[in-house]
């Protein structure tokens, strides 16, 4: 029996019907088709998060300059508050309201009266003390099923306060995961937000989706380009802003780093202002260098081209000598990766080049397109994809503006840079590996006792009961307290944590107290 048949055996047939389709173990050369985005089965203990996570959590979130206040109780907000690593700085300029938890703070008499009132009241308030240039309301589960119109108070606030005032029916319970929540975002800024700027385009702009500067890795990746003569218009969303998000639409390129969180925006850039989008990714010094190449090769000039392999080379100069010795601390190690819909693709070519390998690896709530490649599109949709809505955006007759021509992109394509494409986690993740959709804490445990990998990287939901079973373990969420892990730099901040974790003796020395010594002491009955 191989390790999946071990892990999955031990369920019901009900259960073991449904599961089978999301453990995989990958054969090299085959279709390696997996089951993903459907309902979290009743009472596993999934690790997904719920639709306001994945709007409010992530997408708006960061948006520093927005005050953003959730409409439902308190309990929504506080769990939510400064949970997630998403720097941000303000400036002379800028304003930043991150360190703040606004909500509405609903109670029983709101749930049976209507909430309406007290969000207008949370808004003047806001207003009154804050004066920000933009308001976001995102409801919670309550909200949904009482039936408060927020988009209606949102349009009276805008009008009454003369700001940006838009509302984000982004109820926990809506679809599958959080997932669907970041496409409530991704509709909610294109429709409210990417367009409304005047600003002029400038050169060799770029906007950079699907970074949310977790540990400071944005500032790290921006660094790194704006070193390179690039000009970012907008980060979408880490340490990103209203102010800068309305004139997204100028940029010449739009690189998509969390392709799961974000795709929507950059496909709507697209079709409405012409913006080609490229799959990048930031994390592993292949993956940095393979992006800064293909984002030269999109520009084609021979002094961005030249500067991107200067930049390159001093930048991993820089970091050579303790790669090397890392390197030499982690050999033939192997690792277990779960996030969220993107980072386990991310980190493996990271992790190869340390010379550890990841044999077991999954994700929350991806779609099939994250892990088999976007050829997978369009997906079948069913009652859960169809409850979250799509939106169609049309070309703007103004603003419409193409850098290349369509034979030129065509060419490009063709020369193998990633643009409107994506492989997925198979274009990089060892023949044999074991994958987990939509992880549950059954099947964690289980194929670590099976599989033992020398590091597990996952989130906090999981580390600790990792830890006791002596396995160390990375938070790959919130990279713990460190960080950035992205960029050259961020990858020798990594390098560093990984050997630290992988070679304490701690963990070796984890042994339950009743393996080594009596817990419990007593008489057999009848006994002197
Ligand atoms: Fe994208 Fe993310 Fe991720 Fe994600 Fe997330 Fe995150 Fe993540 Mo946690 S946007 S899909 S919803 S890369 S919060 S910054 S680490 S699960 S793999």
């Known amino acids: 029996m191989d390790s999946r048949d071990k892990v999955l055996d031990q369920y019901s047939s009900k259960l073991y019907k449904n599961r089978k389709e999301h453990v995989i173990q990958i054969e090299d050369g085959e279709p390696n088709v997996i089951a993903a985005d459907t309902r979290a089965i009743p009472g596993i203990m999934t690790n997904r998060g719920c639709c306001y996570a994945g709007c409010k959590g992530v997408v708006i979130g960061p948006l520093k300059d927005v005050v953003q206040i959730v409409h439902g109780p308190i309990g929504c907000s506080y ?26 703070d609903m109670q029983e008499t709101d749930i049976v009266f209507g909430g309406e009132k007290k969000l207008k009241k949370a808004i003047k308030e806001a207003v009154e003390i804050f004066d920000p240039a933009c ?29 940006k005032v838009v509302a984000f029916s982004c109820e926990g319970y809506k679809g599958v995961s959080q997932s669907g929540g970041h496409h409530i975002a991704n509709n909610g800024l294109m429709k409210n937000v990417i367009g409304t700027g005047d600003a002029k385009p400038v050169k060799y702009s770029i906007n950079l989706l699907g970074e949310y500067n977790i540990g400071g890795d944005g500032w790290e990746i921006c660094r790194v380009l704006k070193r390179i003569g690039y000009n970012i218009v907008s980060v979408m969303t880490g340490d990103g802003s209203y102010a800068e998000m309305k004139n997204a639409h100028t940029a010449d390129l739009n690189l998509v780093q ?64 303790g790669m090397v010795y890392y390197k030499s601390m982690l050999k033939d190690k192997t ?63 103004t603003k419409y503006r193409t850098f ?125």
């Open 258 to 321: 969390c392709h799961r969180s974000i795709n929507y925006i950059a496909e709507m850039l697209k079709t409405k202002y012409g913006t080609e989008w490229l799959k990048v990714n930031f994390i592993g010094i292949e993956g940095i260098k393979q992006s800064l190449r293909d984002v030269a090769a999109f520009f084609n000039d021979p002094a961005l081209t030249a500067k991107t392999e200067a930049v390159i080379a001093d930048e991993e100069e820089e970091i050579a000598v």
């Open 335 to 397: 690792a277990a990766i779960y996030v969220g819909g993107s980072r386990t693709h991310h980190y493996i070519n990271l992790l190869k080049s340390l010379g550890v390998e990841v044999i077991l690896a999954g994700y929350e709530f991806a779609h099939r397109d994250d892990y088999e490649g976007r050829q997978v599109l369009p997906l079948k949709m069913d009652a859960d994809s169809k409850n979250i809505e799509s939106i169609t955006v049309v070309k703007d007759p």
């Open 79 to 104: 769990y939510a508050w400064g949970t997630r690593r998403n720097k941000a700085k303000g400036d002379e300029n800028t304003k930043n309201f991150l360190e703040y938890c606004f909500s509405t």
């Open 135 to 163: 308001i976001m309301i995102a409801s919670t589960c309550p909200v949904g099923l009482i039936g408060d119109d927020i988009h209606a108070v949102a349009a009276e606030a805008e009008e009454m306060y003369n700001i």
């Open 404 to 528: 290349h021509t369509e034979e030129r992109i065509k060419e490009l394509k063709e020369a193998g840079l990633p643009i409107e494409s994506y492989d997925g986690l198979w274009a990089d993740i060892a023949d044999k590996a074991m994958i987990t959709d939509d992880y549950n804490q059954f099947e964690t445990e289980a194929f670590l006792k099976l599989l033992k990998p020398d590091i597990f990287f996952s989130g906090i939901k999981d580390k600790y009961i990792v830890q006791r079973s002596g396995v160390p373990s990375r938070q790959l969420h919130s990279y713990d307290y460190s960080g950035p892990y992205a960029g050259f730099k961020g990858a020798l901040n990594f390098a560093r944590d990984v050997t630290l974790a992988v070679n304490t003796p701690a963990f070796s020395l984890v042994q339950a107290p009743w393996k080594s010594e009596p817990t419990l002491i007593g008489n057999l009955g009848g006994m002197e």
